[in-house]
């Protein structure tokens, strides 16, 4: 989930960047995106996730509370792909992840490119996935790191679909007795 004052979430079914498909894709207004969360968690066998620690970070702590750290913060800071901020005092328990902004974004294009999503569950927002999904550009520069730019301010899914594939990188680390990934 891409938090803001609406919030970009995205439920996947798959276990890999490789193979997944895409179940709903949705606005939700910022007031009702713990509840939102809550409806999944009770709806879907939630595996993992991921939402925006930012610019909300007690609404995201507030969901990482409500999904058992199932669902973590994710944060954009950093060099190293991933991260992870354990809670003190439980070094088994992941708090919030950081993650490289670049690397994070590579992966999304990377999945596109090779067609390795299915679409399904965007309803009436297909044109405005489509066009989030190409508003990203990667910028390099001799003797720079790599950066991604956004071309106009709707990157809203792509960020979220980021945040999804890190989640599932995160898995490992996150993982509950909560029965086998939702396949078909």
């Known amino acids: 989930c891409d938090m803001g004052h609406t919030c970009h979430l995205i439920v996947v079914q798959g276990e890999t960047s490789e193979t997944c498909r895409t179940v709903i894709f949705e606005q939700v207004p910022f007031s009702k995106i ?9 709806t879907y066998n939630l595996v993992g996730g991921m ?3 930012h610019p909300e970070s007690q609404v995201a702590a507030d ?9 973590v913060p994710g944060e954009y ?25 670049t690397m ?3 992966q999304v294009v990377r999945a596109l490119r090779r067609g390795n ?24 520069e001799p003797e720079k790191p790599a950066i991604c730019n956004k071309l106009s301010p709707n990157d809203h899914f792509f960020h979220s679909l980021g945040f999804m594939f890190s989640a599932m990188k995160l898995r490992p680390y996150t993982e509950r007795k909560v ?6």
């Not at 060099?79 to 902004?101: F, S």
């Open 117 to 140: 999503i299915e679409f399904y569950g965007y309803g009436l927002l297909q044109t405005e996935i489509t066009e989030q999904l190409r508003n990203m550009v990667r910028v390099e």
């Open 63 to 71: 969901i990482w509370e409500i999904t058992e750290g199932i669902v």
């Open 51 to 53: 939402v925006d620690r």
């Open 77 to 101: 800071r950093g060099d190293a792909e991933m991260n992870l901020k354990m809670v003190p005092g439980d070094e088994e328990k992941v708090a919030y992840v950081q993650i490289n902004r």
């Open 34 to 42: 713990k509840e939102r969360i809550k409806d999944i968690k009770n």
């Open 104 to 106: 994070h974004l590579d």
């Open 179 to 184: 029965g086998p990934v939702l396949t078909t």
